[in-house]
């Protein structure tokens, strides 16, 4: 069992920045997949970026890349998504995502823990 944490939500102006944080309880943490999504009010829960099990291949939505960066410490048990250059378009809840056995990483079905998520409110 793992569970998810996430911290680094809040406030800010279009164009400012954010770091997300999640961190996992449990063990294995470097074997799974980590991947990061988003759900807007009224909206469905979007993709936003993932990462591989070594941290080494990250894979982003279009729209984020340039923009958005995911990376990995397994030390720490611990992901974290560095967002720049915010719009208010980016303004949701932000959730961080597990899987041991993940084949496309914009699928959120393939996850199998998830946090609670982060509020993330860019103001124009």
């Known amino acids: 069992q793992v569970q998810l944490v996430e911290s680094g939500g809040g406030l800010v102006q279009a164009g400012g920045s954010l770091r997300l944080s999640c961190t996992a309880s449990?063990?294995?943490?470097?074997?799974?997949?980590l991947g990061w999504f988003r759900q807007a009010p009224g909206k469905e829960r979007e993709f936003v970026v993932a990462?591989?099990?070594?941290?080494?291949?990250?894979y982003y939505a279009d729209s984020m890349k340039g923009r958005f960066t995911i990376s990995r410490d397994n030390a720490k048990n611990t992901v974290y998504l560095q967002m720049n250059s915010l719009k208010p378009e980016d303004t949701a809840v932000y959730y961080c995502?597990?899987?041991?056995?993940?084949?496309?990483?914009?699928?959120?079905?393939?996850?199998?823990?998830w946090g609670q998520g982060t509020q993330v409110t860019v103001s124009s």
């Open positions: 995502a597990a899987g041991s056995s993940v084949r496309r990483v914009i699928n959120s079905d393939e996850y199998d823990y």
């Open positions: 449990g063990r294995y943490f470097s074997t799974y997949t």
């Open positions: 990462i591989s099990r070594s941290g080494l291949t990250p």
